[in-house]
């Protein structure tokens, strides 16, 4: 599997040069961060809806994993979505952090993210979700052969983040793969370091805690 991580500024909405770039490198996945599509959304204002996120992925080929806020019956979710030819799966975060004002604004979910992909069984969860070992066990109990997480980390804890991503990946014996955002949206500066962790806890690629990057991948 060819895998693209996308670190991008949290205010930057404009996915088309990623996706560009990703179907240049012929690639089979790429991973953007927690609430990506919106910027890092933690206060109630109107959202993209989801067809027309999804609209922006249909014409390429291959997989595409983001963050975005999703309106369901139940209310707001901080979702992860993932696309591939007309198939979508969810994942609604269940650890929400108060410190970002997020139970104010969403609905947290309540069941583990697993999702059958042509690349595995993928283990899902989202940034604050990384402080709850428990999930971690029960995404394996499922299954899961590789945990994929999208975050919007700030940088004040971002030593906490990278430690974790280490931490869960040797303690399950998978690879594990973080997501970050870079910038500041007025109220947090997010710490980047997104990176790719093999079962070991060897770092197999990293990226800086400020720049907007591209992480390229095969596992």
């Not at 139940?74 to 030819?85: E, I, T």
């Not at 079962?199 to 591209?214: C, F, H, I, K, N």
Request: proline share 7%; aromatic share 10%; glycine share 8%.
């Amino acid at each position: 599997m060819r895998l693209i991580i996308v670190q991008k500024d949290v205010n930057e909405r404009d996915y088309t040069p990623y996706l560009e770039y990703a179907k240049a490198r012929r690639a089979d996945l790429i991973c953007f961060g927690e609430l990506g599509t919106s910027g890092c959304l933690y206060t109630p204002r109107p959202i993209e809806p989801l067809d027309q996120v999804v609209a922006r992925f249909a014409p390429y080929p291959f997989a595409v994993i983001t963050g975005l806020p999703v309106s369901t019956e139940a209310g707001l979710r901080n979702s992860l979505l993932y696309y591939h030819r007309g198939e979508c799966q969810f994942y609604y975060k269940i650890n929400l952090f108060p410190g970002m004002n997020e139970p104010a604004v969403y609905k947290a979910g309540t069941e583990p993210g697993i999702w059958q992909t042509p690349f595995g069984v993928l283990g899902l969860s989202t940034c604050y979700d990384i402080r709850f070992p428990d999930l971690y066990r029960r995404l394996k109990e499922l299954g899961a052969e590789k945990f994929i997480i999208p975050a919007a980390f700030p940088v004040a804890r971002i030593a906490d983040w990278r430690q974790l991503l280490i931490e869960r990946a040797r303690e399950h014996r998978v690879t594990v793969v973080g997501i970050n955002s870079v910038g500041d949206d007025g109220t947090n500066v997010f710490g980047g370091t997104s990176l790719v962790a093999a079962p070991d806890g060897t770092v197999l690629a990293e990226a800086d805690q400020r720049t907007p990057s591209v992480l390229e991948i095969s596992l």
